[in-house]
């Protein structure tokens, strides 16, 4: 079979992806993204697929590639990562108390036969009120300038999140179920690369 090779640096897609027991690599990718388009799908799908394929064009022998993007959208606008926890602050204080959706792009490329595919899942978020002390609290504590919208909904941030409708593990970064169908089209099956000794819940 051939590999899987992520094009992510992301730490929780690769927990995430490592957690099935599927074996995979990372090789990072350093395309440009882009924060505005068509719709928020567009904008996801076209980061996803600019990381995949500049991975895909740089690997010696046949993979099956996967980029992500994840964004957050709120008012009609993309919060990406915050530059500085100032930024992450202002972020915090515009989604307190307020619903926003998360989207994650998903591109994936068989290099062998050249096959594609690309998707995105959409979550609705909802926080709940936050105090300013408890905004400075979270992002002192966290530092969360890694993290588009500066957060996430485990650990620490499961404070902030009133509720959610949708994947939960979109908000995470990474819809493994969206993956799954994304791959099958391109003829790989999660399912069959399971290890049983490398498997965990989370």
Known sequence: MIPIVLASGSPRRRALLAALGV?????LSHADEIFEGDSPSAIVETNACAKRDEVAAILPSPAAVIGADTLVFID???LGKPADIEEAQAMLRRLSGRPHEVLTGLAVVNTETGALA??????RVTFRELSETEIVCFTEAVRPVDRAGAYTVDGPG?????????CYQNVLGFPIVRLD??????????FDRI???????L
């Open 76 to 78: 009609g606008h993309v």
């Open 118 to 123: 690309q998707g995105s899942e959409t979550t």
């Open 158 to 166: 499961s404070l902030l999140v009133a509720g959610y409708q949708g």
């Open 195 to 201: 290890d049983s000794e490398n498997a965990v819940f």
């Open 23 to 27: 074996p995979f690599e990372v090789q």
């Open 181 to 190: 169908l994304l791959l099958r089209q391109v003829g790989i099956n999660l």
